[in-house]
């Protein structure tokens, strides 16, 4: 787009982040507010303390404050290296906007850091049905998914994912979701891919976390099984004629099929 045609409430929008940018780097101490985080909080899929990383995120990271206070205290967790690249989730949180999503499915919501980035892209009357097993990870979400205002929008169903895509599904709601999201046990991948496809509208996305699998896809352990079945659906998304499809070379690989 030229200059001279930018519109009036994009050069305001520049002049806020400009104005934020400053102020996170005369507070923040030389560190955009939007900052991943320190170095251990990086996650292994991006190789250890590359610049350009670092220059991804301070150029593209526009995290919500109650994003970033979830992002930090999910990393005081044992376990907080599940948690999502901020900037795959900010990724996906754009492309639910862009195709104007109301209902998105989460299996796997953990803290839920991506569970509310969805959130807030949505309108209000907009729906998150998330899965999860673990109800202490939810617990440690619910407070911030509170604080940004938007829990009323957050559904989260404890139990088995497959259990709660089959209520869905017998419930009458196949082809009502506008965005899925796979990211839990890799073990029931395909089945969880078979399901969000009947679930999911035509023009909706699916989103596959974890598909090089630590670039293990490359070359599988002969009794990796989470491996073999991340490798089976890479195989079987190539050849489906349902969807069209691009692999994404960000974080660990994330597959997004288009549904036709
Ligand atoms: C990689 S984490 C999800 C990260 C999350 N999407 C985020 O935005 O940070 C995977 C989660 O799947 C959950 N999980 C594992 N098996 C599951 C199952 N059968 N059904 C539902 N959730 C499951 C785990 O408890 C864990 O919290
Ligand atoms: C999407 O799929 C349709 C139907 O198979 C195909 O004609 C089209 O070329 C595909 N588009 C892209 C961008 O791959």
Redesign the pocket.
């Known amino acids: 787009m030229p200059i001279f045609t930018i519109s009036k409430e994009a050069l305001v929008g520049t002049a806020a982040l400009g104005a934020a940018f400053a102020a996170g780097v005369i507070i923040g101490k030389k560190r955009a507010p939007w900052h991943f985080g320190t170095r251990k909080e990086q996650k292994a899929f991006y190789k250890k303390g590359d610049p350009l990383i670092d220059y991804m995120l301070k150029h593209s990271m526009r995290e919500h404050p109650v994003l970033k206070k979830l992002r930090r205290r999910t990393m005081e967790e044992p376990e907080g290296i599940n948690m999502i690249c901020c900037d795959q989730s900010q990724f996906m949180a754009n492309l639910a906007k862009l195709i104007c999503a109301k209902k998105v499915l989460e299996i796997g919501v953990f803290t839920g850091y991506n569970t509310l980035n969805m959130a807030l892209a949505l309108p209000d009357d907009g729906k998150v049905v998330g899965c999860e097993v673990n109800n202490d990870y939810i617990n440690i979400g619910k407070p911030f998914w509170k604080q940004a205002g938007v829990e009323h929008k957050i559904d989260v169903r404890i139990k088995p994912a497959v259990e709660t895509l089959d209520e869905l599904l017998a419930a009458g709601e196949a082809g009502t979701y506008d965005f899925a999201f796979i990211d839990a046990d890799k073990k029931s991948y395909i089945e969880y891919y078979e399901k969000c496809l009947r679930l999911v509208r035509k023009g909706g996305i699916i989103a596959i976390d974890n598909v090089f699998w630590k670039r293990k896809v490359l070359k599988p352990g002969k009794n990796d099984i989470e491996c073999q079945t991340i490798q089976h659906l890479n195989e079987k998304i190539l050849r489906d004629?349902r969807?069209?499809?691009s692999m994404i070379t960000m974080a660990d690989g994330v597959t997004l099929a288009?549904k036709?």
């Open positions: 004629v969807v069209n499809i288009f036709l």
